[in-house]
């Protein structure tokens, strides 16, 4: 049984995560082994290094954009390949599409090296399929405001920042529609774990 690597990806309070957790649960309802995770934070580095990049002081965007780097390498190297050799599902919130949006598109960095030190950092993996959940920057922060607590560092950037972050996934869905799933995250949480789940349930047929 081979491996499936599956992403999710869009802006902050898109609802990764919840479509995350009922696909995990799906997959596991139907025997297969689930690892859940997500960058950055998925090993102790990247729990440090998660905690300076979202809660601490300023960060020079290159710096940012090699950090993130760091995690991936560490992340791939010690929960993602590992996971995939043994023929498991891996369901991850974010991965290399969210720096070439994030650093690339909204910290203007060149997306071309934003994607090769990516690329270096995981050794070429890219996921089987990317679901993006695609949501106006004004619906990911009222939902923060409803989930209350404090924005963290990219959360709390201007609109202008969340705007160009949300059109950086939009071109990359664009330029590789064979890889991604684009959904709209304002529809019923139930209408999108179905439009998901009929999606991945073509892959495990391969």
Avoid: C
Avoid at 27 to 56: D, F, I, K, S, Y
Avoid at 167 to 175: P, V, W
């Amino acid at each position: 049984m081979s491996g499936l690597f599956i992403t999710l990806e869009g802006g902050d309070g898109a609802g990764k995560t919840t479509q995350a957790e009922l696909l995990s649960r799906w997959l596991g309802e139907r025997g297969r082994e689930v690892v859940r995770t997500r960058e950055p934070g998925g090993t102790p580095l990247g729990a440090a290094l998660r905690e300076q990049l979202l809660h601490g002081g300023e960060v020079d965007p290159r710096a940012e954009a090699l950090l993130y780097a760091a995690d991936r390498a560490q992340h791939v190297a010690q929960i993602v390949r590992p996971a995939l050799a043994r023929g498991a599902v891996v369901v991850q919130d974010r991965y290399i599409d969210s720096s070439l949006a994030y650093q690339g598109a909204g910290r203007v960095l060149d997306p071309a090296e934003i994607r090769e030190i990516s690329e270096w950092a995981s050794r070429g993996l890219w996921p089987d399929l990317t679901v993006l959940l695609d949501a106006a920057p004004e619906l990911g922060a009222a939902r923060r405001a409803a989930r209350g607590g404090s924005a963290d560092r990219l959360e709390a950037e201007e609109s202008g920042f969340h705007r160009a972050v949300r059109e950086g996934f939009l071109a990359l869905a664009r330029n590789e529609p064979g890889r991604f799933l684009v959904l709209d995250a304002v529809l019923p949480v139930a209408e999108l774990h179905g439009a998901v789940v009929a999606r991945v349930a073509g892959l495990l047929d391969r």
